[in-house]
């Protein structure tokens, strides 16, 4: 007769949720950078403190919170999301996570679809509650709005300054020039002797490239103290107005087209 021996199931230990979080600011500066070190260490702690937890990572980002475009870290943690490498992201606030309401909505929402919670810790919101999207619409259309209006008041301080003669976008100093002890643009003689011998090959019919050889040959380091002039340093110059006694502000725009 066959003996049959019960072998129970082995008693699975509770399932850890990966965690990871998200941290952002918005310039290199070296105070703003201190404070993107300071939120990684404070939540690497964090989710290693807690014994329910797996850390998942600390994804970190240095640019504008307006626009998911060049946000790389931001766009690695979704496609870990995705792949089912993170249950939990943990966000500062929702103005660390995105000043722009459609995308935060969007995002949230697709994160939402994976089971993929975000806590907002100074809002005390958790994006899986029923309740969570009505208040992070009202934050984040709030965000937006305060991130518009202090645009608004950096260009208009720029434009002001544009039209003041003696700011110091009118003073910035180029090749041929330096600064007097008034911080005012001065003629330097002895580069401005190369910038004429420039403009003279130039007007004589000399390319760039024939240009740079006699430069070369004379031993006049570039405007960064190399042996051999670019053709785009020679270029600059030719094309800069300072050297015809104007300064032209505003001459490039950044247009950027959203899709409907």
């Not at 459609?102 to 899986?128: G, P, Q």
């Not at 709030?142 to 976008?169: N, V």
């Not at 008034?182 to 004429?196: H, P, Q, S, T």
């Amino acid at each position: 007769m066959a003996i049959v021996r019960e072998i129970p199931p082995r008693k699975k230990g509770p399932t850890l949720r990966e965690v990871a979080a998200y941290c952002r600011v918005s310039t290199n500066g070296q105070d703003q950078l201190d404070s993107l070190a300071a939120q990684e260490r404070y939540y690497e702690e964090q989710v290693k403190s807690n014994s329910d937890w797996q850390f998942a990572g600390i994804y970190s980002d240095v640019g504008s919170g307006t626009t998911m475009k060049g946000r790389k870290r931001l766009n690695a943690l979704i496609s870990a999301c995705r792949r089912g490498r993170v249950d939990m992201v943990l966000i500062k606030s929702a103005s660390r996570f995105a000043r722009n309401t459609v995308d935060a909505l969007k995002t949230i929402r697709m994160l939402r679809r994976w089971n993929v919670d975000i806590y907002f810790e100074a809002e005390d919101i958790h994006s899986l509650h029923e309740t969570s999207e009505f208040l992070l619409t009202v934050i984040c259309a709030q965000a937006q709005d305060e991130s518009e209006s202090k645009s608004a008041d950096i260009k208009w301080g720029l434009q002001k300054s544009f039209s003041d003669p003696d700011s110091k976008y009118y003073q910035r100093k180029c090749y041929g020039y330096r600064h007097d002890e008034n911080g005012k643009l001065v003629i330097d003689e002895k580069e401005a002797e190369v910038v004429r011998l420039i403009f003279r090959m130039s007007r004589e019919g000399a390319s760039l490239s024939q240009i740079a050889g006699v430069l070369q040959e004379q031993g006049i380091p570039s405007p960064r103290g190399k042996a051999v002039w670019s053709r785009e340093s020679l270029r600059k110059i030719l094309n800069n107005e300072k050297y015809l006694g104007a300064v032209v502000l505003q001459k490039n725009i950044c247009v950027r087209l959203f899709k409907s």
